[in-house]
């Protein structure tokens, strides 16, 4: 069960939420005028985290305004990991400029979309600037956080909309920053003479290693946006989603599965404040619980689900919606998408992302597996790998039992030693899960031994850690190995 500080503190959120949705029921119910197209992205309760261009707690934060017609904004998180060389003690503007013509580190770029039941939230919010402050830096990715228009003032399908613009608005740069580096002394103006191209994401960001991460009704948007991205192909050149990571999604149905029904009052959204934000979301003539926004697993929804990216599923215990999210991730398996799913035992809705659970150790350990999402497509070998080193099976022989299990199907797993060292066989592939120090020596050792497997080496960090640990040190003999090369060789003889 969850502890007291989560109980207490699902009263308050519950209590704040239902009278914001209601107070939004009663103001849509007597205002009479049409959808506002420019929108909200922000209500006046949130609590607002000033962007920093400088290098504060390892991480600059600037904002952008993409959408003149409209109140779509963008929160930038670049971490200082990019940075090859010493920084200057002073910039024009107060924040970190890159320098044209010079060698700039390149890192994922991460499209972040915030939970709040398609009504409330920011990405601009203290507890999204943290988390996405915290992805940035322990990832080590480029975090834009996307400010989608709210309901009910914009309604469906204004926040998905937003969601692909901003997708677009990154191929638009990403070609951008290519025109501009054919000719370093040419630039690029819009006709009020400011420079089009964002200087971050020129310098340090990789279109192609693209990947969506959306918490709750994020989730949904983030899903959607990843169907047309799958549609929309090479128009979207250089820009290549390479997996979506949805946590907690806001999905519902017409029919009620067993959480629905079971954890109908649970923490934090129930399913009356589900109700009342797809109801304000929605367009009254469209309200429809299977409607295509709410429910992933419709019969002829495009594209099919075999074309979707690797999609990792984070779900809690404690959460009505969970059983949706863990059947869509069940159907992207049958149909050989990459698609492991973690369950968090005891978790509650959002606890990873809402203010008072970030420090929690649940919230720290996830950000440890979205690590993992985050690991360049190169060192895997291709996009349609790029979560197959996710194959954990539930860890009953490990520390973390009790906090979480992962499930992919076509996996075999074999716990290894007393180091709690995980070694899946997947495809004539074996990833060792362990800390970042010994990764590398084992799979140099392993790989002599074992030269017929034709592993690949894959970046790896320590799952309780906070950070990387020290270099890998390669001087340790093979005995250290001891029973895991046994217990590999006998796995791999039964394969």
């Not at 400010?147 to 677009?168: C, Q, S």
């Not at 809690?316 to 863990?326: G, Q, S, V």
């Amino acid at each position: 069960m969850p502890n007291l500080i989560v109980k207490l503190y699902s009263v308050f959120f519950k209590y704040q939420q239902k009278h914001l949705l209601q107070t939004l029921s009663l103001s849509s119910l007597t205002d009479q005028k049409p959808t506002n197209s420019f929108g909200v992205s922000s209500r006046p309760h949130e609590s607002i985290a000033a962007s920093n261009p400088s290098f504060t707690d390892g991480v600059a934060t600037k904002d952008i305004h993409v959408d003149p017609i409209s109140s779509l904004s963008l929160r930038i998180f670049l971490p200082d990991t990019a940075i090859t060389s010493p920084l200057p003690s002073t910039h024009d503007y107060g924040g970190y400029l890159p320098t044209p013509g010079t060698f700039h580190r390149k890192l994922p770029v991460m499209l972040q979309f915030h939970g709040g039941g398609f009504v409330s939230g920011s990405n601009e919010s203290v507890g999204n600037d943290a988390f996405c402050r915290r992805i940035a830096k322990l990832c080590d990715v480029i975090v834009v956080a996307v400010g989608y228009r709210l309901a009910p003032e914009t309604k469906y399908p204004g926040a998905f909309e937003d969601g692909f613009k901003v997708l677009n608005w990154l191929a638009k740069q990403a070609n951008l920053a290519a025109c501009g580096r054919l000719d370093s002394q040419s630039h690029i103006f819009d006709s009020f003479g400011a420079s089009m191209v964002e200087p971050w994401l020129a310098a340090h960001g990789d279109p192609s290693r693209c990947v969506l991460l959306g918490v709750s009704s994020g989730a949904n948007i983030a899903d959607y946006v990843a169907r047309e991205a799958v549609e929309a192909g090479k128009r979207l050149d250089p820009v290549k989603v390479v997996a979506q990571i949805l946590m907690f999604p806001f999905f519902i149905g017409s029919t009620p599965t067993h959480s629905e029904i079971k954890l109908s009052s649970s923490y934090f959204y129930d399913k009356t404040m589900c109700m009342l934000a797809w109801k304000l979301f929605l367009p009254k003539e469209e309200f429809n619980l299977d409607h295509p926004a709410a429910n992933p697993l419709i019969a002829g929804r495009q594209p099919p689900l075999k074309c979707m990216p690797p999609t990792l599923t984070v779900v809690a215990e404690h959460d009505f919606m969970r059983d949706r999210a863990i059947a869509y991730s069940e159907e992207l398996r049958k149909v050989n998408v990459d698609a492991p799913l973690l369950d968090y035992k005891d978790g509650v809705h959002e606890f990873a992302t809402l203010d008072v659970l970030l420090q929690t150790p649940q919230a720290r350990l996830l950000i440890s597996i979205i690590l993992f999402c985050c690991c360049p497509p190169n060192a895997i070998g291709s996009h349609r790998t790029f979560l197959n080193y996710l194959v954990l099976k539930t860890l009953r022989a490990s520390v973390f039992a009790s906090q979480f299990s992962l499930v992919c199907g076509h996996s075999r797993t074999v716990l290894l030693g007393e180091q709690g060292m995980i070694a899946n066989l997947m495809n004539s592939r074996v990833t060792l899960f362990g800390s970042y120090s010994r990764l590398h020596m084992r799979v140099q050792l392993l790989l002599r031994k074992l030269p017929a497997l034709k592993m690949q080496i894959l970046p790896c960090w320590c799952l309780a850690g906070n950070g990387i640990d020290s270099a890998p040190d390669l001087s340790e003999s093979e005995e250290v190995l001891g029973s895991e090369l046994k217990a590999l060789n006998l796995l791999v003889k039964g394969t």
